[in-house]
């Protein structure tokens, strides 16, 4: 592509240079502006453009293709999402399940707390299991 803007521009100086040098109309300002303005647009924009539509094509294409994939993205998120949910819910529900368990194991075995406190220090007895 780049080779194809440097021959437009080489071709373009060289038609600007010939026109203003041979034309016998090129003597008024307005003229050689005139001539200018067409020589631009069939030596630089017209080509500019042509080489310029694989890279628009391409751009579109790019775009159709990230929404496609956003889109498959999105689909597969929302259900990794659902399942994270789901597991945090069962997570949450075995914590407080193993809580209340702990807590009713820990009430029924407060009678025997004398019984492991026998074989403490002196000093650590004073408290009798209250805390």
């Known amino acids: ?3 194809i803007v440097g021959m437009t521009l080489l071709l373009f100086l060289m038609g600007m240079l010939l026109i203003l040098e041979a034309s016998p109309i090129a003597l008024l300002p307005e003229q050689v502006s005139i ?3 067409i020589f631009i647009i069939i030596l630089m924009l017209c080509p500019l453009m042509i080489c310029g539509i ?3 094509i391409a751009l579109g294409a790019s775009v159709f293709g990230l929404i496609r994939v956003d889109s498959g ?3 597969r998120l929302r259900k990794w999402q659902h399942n994270t949910k789901n597991m945090q819910q069962n997570a949450e529900k075995l914590t407080q399940s ?3 368990q702990s807590i009713r194991v820990n009430s029924r ?3 025997l707390r004398p019984l492991f406190r026998l074989f403490d220090k002196p000093e650590d007895k004073q408290d009798n299991g209250k805390q």
């Open 73 to 75: 993205t999105r689909f």
């Open 1 to 3: 592509m780049l080779f």
């Open 98 to 100: 193993l809580a209340k």
């Open 35 to 37: 001539i200018g303005d």
């Open 54 to 56: 694989p890279l628009y």
């Open 109 to 111: 075995a407060e009678f």
